[in-house]
């Protein structure tokens, strides 16, 4: 059983930084694809960003793109999020989560059913 922890979560303030982790424990990380959702108070959990093993082919949500990166360290077992120019929108729990599903798009990506298992989440606030 794979085990996902995430990390790097805190208050910041707009226009800060913040970089969270996701490492893997259990049995060997092998997933070959890697998601980042969040889900912000009252809101439905939302995809943020996808990475897959062999080629780091990635996928964003519109509203991070350009501003988030997804990366993976294959031997560490651990995939990041960095998150630049942060929003008060952005405030959220941010979950990381293996995808299972049988088709590495955007279509599929989006669908938060097709990851497991997931991690606890990490919370990000951004206030001034």
């Not at 930084?17 to 092998?30: V, Y």
């Not at 501003?67 to 941010?94: C, G, K």
Request: hydrophobic share 35%; proline share 2%.
């Amino acid at each position: 059983q794979v085990q996902l922890v995430e990390s790097g979560g805190g208050l910041v303030q707009p226009g800060d930084s913040l970089r969270l982790s996701c490492a893997a424990s259990g049995r060997t990380f092998d997933a070959n694809v890697m998601g980042w959702f969040r889900q912000a108070p009252g809101k439905e959990r939302e995809f943020v960003a996808s990475i897959r093993r062999n080629d780091a082919y990635t996928f964003y949500a519109n509203s991070v793109k350009g501003r988030f990166t997804i990366s993976r360290d294959n031997a560490q077992n651990t995939v990041y999020l960095q998150m630049n120019s942060l929003e008060l929108e952005y405030t959220a729990v941010y979950y990381c989560a293996a995808f299972i599903g049988s088709a590495y798009t955007r279509a599929y990506v989006n669908n938060g059913r097709l990851y497991d298992p997931w991690g606890q989440g990490t919370q990000v606030t951004v206030s001034s």
